[in-house]
């Protein structure tokens, strides 16, 4: 595989070049003993190859990631791969899928599913709507940084809650750039208050981590922290570079044929 190219000057790659891919250690977080199941689900918008008759065509990419896979691909370096993909001639996407998944499976280290779509064919059924918005609350102080003390419960009845915030931020630990993500979370439990929910997330704004280490740290922390019966936590951060990653996390397992789709900002 090849080097790093986040924060280096790149050429456009003009032929199929598995070895632009780059893996990065997984960050393990532990969960005081709880299972923690998962998966990283990747969209790709910017994916074209040539026909039989050598035109082009364009395509929905979607790949999904075990969570406790060993490595990380990175992003860049997807995208490098992809564009590689460009002047290729490639028959149908059965065969161009089988190829993806064979070339990230041996970046990460485990098995990765490959979807891929055709425009008119791409289902979007955005479920992220069921979620209440809590970003009404007002929060003075949220912290530098994820605090699992910021977060608090009620009273001790239980509930069932499905809550989302759109004021996910957090910094990519290389570039010093901002990613902005959606975060959503369904619980079973002693009540989470918004308000301290809200300051939790907002933590995260100058946290340099990579997005799937923010979704591990933000199970972690709420699990520890709250004690809930269930639990499942999902990320959805903006594309960049053609690329959109949602890290899905949770006490059972995530079915990836019941993801929550593609939100209003991506």
Avoid at 232 to 257: A, C, M, W
Wanted: proline share 7%.
């Amino acid at each position: 595989m090849g080097g790093n190219p986040l924060g280096k000057r790149t050429g456009i790659p003009v032929r199929y070049s598995p070895e632009a891919l780059h893996p990065i250690p997984r960050e393990s977080i532990p969960v005081d003993g709880a299972v923690m199941h998962g998966l990283d689900h990747w969209r790709a918008y910017e994916l074209s190859w040539l026909g039989r008759d050598g035109g082009p065509g364009v395509f929905v990419g979607e790949f999904l990631f075990p969570a406790d896979s060993p490595f990380l691909v990175e992003s860049k370096s997807l995208k490098l791969y992809l564009a590689g993909l460009n002047n290729e001639r490639i028959d149908d996407t059965a065969f161009a899928a089988e190829r993806i998944a064979r070339d990230l499976s041996a970046c990460c280290g485990a098995e990765v599913e490959t979807r891929i779509w055709g425009l008119t064919a791409y289902p979007d059924n955005c479920l992220l709507a069921d979620y209440a918005l809590i970003d009404a609350h007002p929060i003075a102080r949220f912290g530098n940084g994820p605090d699992a003390g910021l977060l608090e419960t009620g009273d001790g009845h239980v509930v069932d809650r499905k809550l989302r915030t759109e004021l996910f931020r957090s910094i990519c630990p290389v570039t010093g750039q901002p990613d902005w993500a959606s975060a959503a979370l369904a619980y079973s439990g002693r009540e989470i208050t918004e308000p301290s929910l809200l300051r939790y997330f907002c933590a995260y704004r100058s946290h340099a981590a990579w997005h799937e280490s923010c979704a591990g740290q933000a199970f972690h922390d709420i699990l520890s922290a709250c004690r809930p019966e269930r639990l499942s936590l999902s990320l959805h951060f903006l594309r960049r570079g053609g690329l959109e990653i949602n890290v899905y996390r949770g006490t059972t397992p995530i079915d990836p044929d019941r993801l929550l789709g593609r939100d209003a900002r991506q």
